[in-house]
C-alpha cells in the first residue's frame, strides 16, 4: 500500500523559507511516477504548487515558480519542498501526492493524484 | 490559467437522491478532467479521471461524463458515506487547477 507523510515545521515566519519533506512507502520513487505539492487554504481552495520525476525535472506552478524549489532524493524516497519569501498567504495544509501522468500516444493517458498525505498545517506568523 | 467553475456550491440531498455536479473550464480541456471526494480534516480521494475513467476501488454509483469545457460528476444514489466535498481539477499543459468545490450536504 502506497503511503506518503509530510513532515516539516508548523509555523513560519513572514520572509522566511518554508522546508516540507515527503517520505513515501510502498512504492519506489525510483520506479516512476511524478511526486507533487498540493496545498489548501479557505482563500484560495486546492493549489497545485509543483510536481517533479524521479529525473529530478521539474514543473511549477507559474504564480508561484519564482519562489518554489522540489527536489527528490530517491536514496531516501523522499521529495522535498522549499517556498522561499512567505507571507501571511501562504498559510495553508500542505500535501505531497503521487501524481499519474501519462501523454499520449502512451496508454492509458491521465494526469492526476492518486495517493495523498494527510496534510500538514503550516501557519506563517511572526 | 485555466479557470475550473463548480456549480453549485453547496447542494442539499437526501439519502437515494440522484446527484449530479458541474463543472465548466474557461477553455477546452479536451477530457483532461478528474474528480475528488474530500471529507473534514482528510486529504482528497480520486474518484474519477480522464472524465469519465472510474479509479480501482470506488464504487460504481459515481460516474463522470463530458468534455470540451463541461463536465459532471454523478452520484446514482447517494448513500451516507457520500456527504463531503467535491472537486474538479483539470490538467493543460504543464499545470493543474482545481475547482472551488461544492459541498454536499445532508437535507
Known amino acids: 500500500q502506497v503511503q506518503l507523510q509530510e513532515s516539516g515545521p508548523g509555523l513560519v515566519k513572514p520572509s522566511e523559507t518554508l522546508s516540507l519533506t515527503c517520505t513515501v512507502s510502498?512504492?519506489?520513487?525510483?520506479?516512476?511516477?511524478?511526486w507533487g505539492w498540493i496545498r489548501q487554504s479557505p482563500e484560495k481552495g486546492l493549489e497545485w504548487i509543483g510536481s517533479?520525476?524521479?529525473?529530478?525535472?521539474?514543473y511549477y506552478n507559474p504564480s508561484l515558480k519564482s519562489r518554489v524549489t522540489i527536489s527528490v532524493d530517491t536514496s531516501k524516497n523522499q521529495f522535498s519542498l522549499r517556498l522561499s519569501s512567505v507571507t501571511a498567504a501562504d498559510t495553508a495544509v500542505y500535501y505531497c501526492a503521487r501524481g499519474n501522468w501519462i501523454l499520449p500516444p502512451l496508454q492509458p493517458p491521465r494526469a492526476d493524484f492518486d495517493y495523498w498525505g494527510q496534510g500538514t498545517l503550516v501557519t506563517v506568523s511572526s | 490559467d485555466i479557470q475550473m467553475t463548480q456549480s453549485p456550491s453547496t447542494l442539499s440531498a437526501s439519502v437515494g437522491d440522484r446527484v449530479t455536479i458541474t463543472c465548466r473550464a474557461s477553455q477546452s480541456i479536451s477530457s483532461w478532467l478528474a474528480w475528488y471526494q474530500q471529507k473534514p480534516g482528510k486529504a482528497p480521494n480520486l474518484l474519477i479521471y480522464m472524465a469519465s475513467s472510474l479509479e480501482s476501488g470506488v464504487p460504481s454509483r459515481f460516474s463522470g461524463s463530458g468534455s470540451g469545457t463541461e463536465f459532471t460528476l454523478t452520484i446514482s444514489s447517494l448513500q451516507p458515506d457520500d456527504f463531503a466535498t467535491y472537486y474538479c481539477q483539470q490538467y493543460n499543459s504543464y499545470s493543474w487547477t482545481f475547482g472551488q468545490g461544492t459541498k454536499v450536504e445532508i437535507k
Open positions: 517533479i520525476y524521479r529525473s529530478g525535472d521539474t
Open positions: 510502498g512504492y519506489s520513487i525510483s520506479s516512476g511516477y511524478y
